[in-house]
């Protein structure tokens, strides 16, 4: 891979990274635990603590998908960007363009 792609790839990872890092500040309270309050019915408490759950499964996401793209960026400074870490091929530039942060080819996938 040329230097011009990785430049390219380094940018677009640099982006999700800001992006995942915007998402979890502006979830942090959202995350937060639903606390007993009398104004709320049994049914609107309910309500409340399953978008917390969703909320909570998302943010999981995002900071796994944080940690790839760290990942990534640190593959790509140790010259190992876009190769499979199981077998070694070459990962196909169109998976690299949807999912710049992965790290194995579609067979090992």
Request: charged share 35%.
């Amino acid at each position: 891979m040329n230097e011009k792609d990785l430049s390219i790839y380094k940018q677009k990872l640099e982006s999700m990274l800001l992006e995942i890092d915007d998402y979890l500040s502006k979830t942090k309270d959202s995350a937060a635990a639903v606390e007993p309050d009398k104004g709320l019915g049994r049914l609107s408490r309910m309500e409340a603590m399953q978008d917390q759950q969703m909320v909570l499964e998302l943010r999981r996401r995002k900071k796994r998908q944080l940690l790839e793209v760290k990942n990534a960026i640190s593959r790509i400074e140790q010259n190992l960007f876009g190769k499979c870490v199981f077998c070694g091929k070459k990962i196909s530039s169109e998976r690299l363009n949807v999912f710049p942060e992965v790290q194995s080819c579609v067979n090992c996938a």
